[in-house]
């Protein structure tokens, strides 16, 4: 029998050579920005094909179901560093965030927040906004 091959998009393969970037995910942080919510913090490494490394801050906000303890996923933001500052900024998120950094959170939350509720582009720019003032506040 044959094998099926991999779609690319399915994968990522690069050659490894004097740089070496591994991908990864790391979850920063979950907090409650307000009651019946939760957003989750988590950094992106990717690597491009000359092994460089692509840096994404993730900002996912959920909503507690009203029945049960689960929780529904409103929004998905991922924020892909722009400049060697924001790539540099991202990267040191891996320690956690700084007081600068977090303090800008809430205005991502409420961003999201009206996004979810008005998926509009003028909302969707907000989001954008807000996303890379947390990256370099």
């Not at 998009?9 to 004097?18: L, N, Q, T």
């Not at 900002?59 to 400049?83: E, I, M, R, W």
Request: aromatic share 8%; charged share 20%; proline share 7%.
């Amino acid at each position: 029998m044959g094998t099926i091959p991999t779609p690319p998009s399915r994968a990522s393969v690069v050659k490894v050579g004097a740089k070496k970037c591994r991908p990864f995910i790391l979850d920063v942080m979950v907090y409650a920005p307000e009651s019946g919510y939760k957003a989750v913090i988590s950094i992106e490494r990717g690597c491009t094909a000359a092994n460089d490394s692509i840096w994404k801050f993730v900002f996912d906000l959920y909503k507690k179901q009203a029945t049960g303890t689960g929780f529904d996923q409103l929004v998905h933001v991922s924020y892909k560093g722009l400049n060697p500052q924001e790539n540099a900024a991202i990267a040191g998120m891996t320690d956690g965030l700084s007081d600068d950094q977090a303090n800008k959170l809430p205005d991502l939350h409420g961003a999201a927040k009206s996004f979810s509720d008005n998926p509009s582009q003028a909302n969707q720019a907000a989001v954008t906004q807000a996303a890379q003032a947390v990256v370099t506040p």
